[in-house]
């Protein structure tokens, strides 16, 4: 849902800075590797010590590289298969590196099994719900369904939530309480968002056989590894 409004919003205003990063020679390939690096630099170095208000600043300073590589090749003319294939690949490993983050914490200093337990729920659901809807388009289905929570809602959620928690260290009572929170919201949204997909390529499945399109996919069952 955010990234109907929030991508369209922040790929103008990061314009003038990619366009910046082209002039000086750097390659969209080159700004997705920092920023994927710095991201998970910012989750796994802070976020375990329980330093959450400087972990989400480093986090936010790179995760707007996901927005400038993309902006960088349209402007040069360089849109490939390989960087958009990187650029989604890298995702999941700064999206890993984030509640992982957040589990290595409460599986830590945080000392909460069950918030852990939650951590690495977001971490796995995230990774199969962007999943399914790959796999759903790599066997010919449209998936014509984003769901509750995309990827963007559910950094926003996590990161805000723990941004603000962060705060605690510095003195403000009682908001410490919000990354439980959110990472609860973040664990059912996902769950919801899992559902909301494999429903739909279920039917659109089931649509495709009906109409004789399931000759392209014949064998694909078990066919990926990974």
Not at 8 to 35: H, N, W, Y
Not at 146 to 154: D, I, M
Request: with cysteine; glycine share 14%.
């Amino acid at each position: 849902m955010l990234n109907k409004y929030a991508r369209a919003f922040f790929t103008r205003v990061l314009t003038p800075f990619a366009a910046f990063l082209l002039r000086r020679g750097v390659s969209p390939d080159a700004v997705t590797l920092i920023g994927t690096a710095g991201v998970v630099a910012g989750a796994l170095v802070f976020f375990p010590r329980g330093e959450f208000f400087w972990g989400t600043i480093v986090i936010t300073l790179f995760v707007f590289s996901d927005l400038v590589d993309g902006n960088m090749a349209r402007q040069a003319g360089i849109s490939s298969r390989w960087g958009a294939f990187l650029d989604s690949t890298l995702d999941r490993v700064a999206d890993g590196a984030i509640f992982g983050g957040f589990a290595l914490w409460y599986a830590g200093k945080g000392d909460d099994d069950v918030l852990c337990a939650v951590a690495i729920f977001c971490l796995a659901s995230g990774q199969v719900v962007s999943y399914t809807k790959a796999r759903g388009e790599s066997i010919g289905l449209p998936v014509a369904v984003n769901g509750l929570v995309e990827r963007a809602e559910r950094l926003v959620v996590s990161l805000v939530a723990a941004g603000v928690a962060g705060l605690h260290g510095f003195g403000v009572p009682g908001v410490q309480v919000l990354l439980p929170i959110a990472l609860w919201a973040v664990a059912v949204g996902s769950a919801v968002t899992l559902g909301q997909r494999v429903v739909t390529v279920r039917r659109e499945s089931a649509e495709a056989d009906a109409a004789g399109g399931a000759a392209g996919t014949g064998g694909a069952r078990g066919s990926e590894a990974t």
